[in-house]
């Protein structure tokens, strides 16, 4: 359980970085290519894909490698809609509509945690601030004088367990950042 949350926030750094860098090393790509490597796949494809990607010559060898990115993550691949990328650009729609800030929502960490983890079983929101009384046996209680909000996920395929994240918003301006999994402390 802790293991896990563990890996995803060293995950979210590094998508984080990521983000970051990924101008430095596709800047020769024409923009729909550019936009769908540095915002639309950003956190779901892998480094030797990245790298692969950019290596390509022709926008013809790009758009087949697209092709084949959405194929290779489709649960059904023999049903017409590729149920994986539709779920994809949902969750961003979602995160740019719900999580925006002065940025898009999909550049925010409760976005970059919604499309990359999916919706949360379960979230407790304080907008007005308050007290985290974690269950009994956890330690990690705060309280807290600006909003934050608590994500809980329950991952029964990954080994079981749950992954509680927190979103703070210490500044009052709508910019929750993830701060803690008070689970792994």
């Not at 959405?70 to 719900?98: F, G, L, M, V």
Request: aromatic letters at 14%.
């Amino acid at each position: 359980m802790h293991h896990r949350i563990g890996i995803w926030i060293a995950a979210l750094a590094a998508a984080g970085l990521a983000w970051s860098c990924g101008a430095q090393t596709d800047g020769d790509l024409r923009e729909p290519f550019k936009r769908w490597l540095d915002e639309d796949v950003l956190y779901i494809i892998a480094s030797e894909e990245r790298e692969a990607f950019v290596e390509l010559t022709t926008d013809e060898e790009r758009e087949h490698f697209i092709e084949s990115f959405w194929t290779r993550r489709d649960p059904t691949p023999d049903s017409a809609p590729n149920e994986y990328k539709q779920e994809h650009y949902r969750r961003i729609a979602y995160s740019n509509d719900r999580f925006a800030w002065q940025i898009p929502g999909w550049q925010t960490d409760r976005g970059r945690t919604y499309i990359t983890q999916g919706p949360p079983d379960e979230i407790e929101s304080h907008p007005a601030g308050g007290q985290y009384r974690p269950p009994s046996g956890e330690d990690g209680g705060f309280t807290a004088n600006h909003p934050f909000e608590i994500w809980w996920y329950l991952w029964p395929d990954g080994g079981g367990g749950e992954g509680i994240l927190v979103f703070e918003d210490p500044t009052m301006t709508g910019e929750y950042r993830l701060t803690r999994a008070p689970s792994a402390q």
